[in-house]
């Protein structure tokens, strides 16, 4: 299974971005999957996702502002980042659970200037 995220940049604060993320050689389907971010030094921490009862779970941080939502036959999961703020400056990864162990894409970058 490989990752593809895409849709990084750099941003003023208070801005939009939606990143992609698309599967090949394997499906997203209704698997748990997700997206994570990381910032130098700190861990790599859950942004937003989809359990395997397709329920969705957010970081308080970004609760309200992201939205995460996949697209099944694209075989793709986005994550719309409404109302950016520096804080949100990070490495973003997409994850995905699939044959019992966990598939990373290559992460992308997300840039907001104050």
């Known amino acids: 299974v490989q990752l593809q995220a895409s849709g990084g940049g750099l941003v003023q604060a208070g801005g939009s971005l939606r990143l992609s993320c698309r599967a090949s050689g394997g499906t997203f389907g209704y698997n748990a999957c997700g997206w994570y971010r990381q910032t130098p030094g700190k861990q790599r921490e859950l942004v937003a996702g989809?359990?395997?009862?397709?329920?969705?779970n957010y970081a308080d941080s970004v609760r309200g502002r992201f939205t995460i939502s996949r697209d099944i036959r694209a075989n793709t999961i986005y994550l719309q980042m409404n109302s950016l703020n520096p804080d949100d400056t990070a490495v973003y990864y997409c994850?995905?659970?699939?044959?019992?162990?966990?598939?990373w894409g290559q992460g992308t970058l997300v840039t907001v200037s104050s």
């Open positions: 994850k995905l659970f699939r044959l019992g162990r966990d598939w």
């Open positions: 989809f359990r395997s009862d397709r329920s969705t």
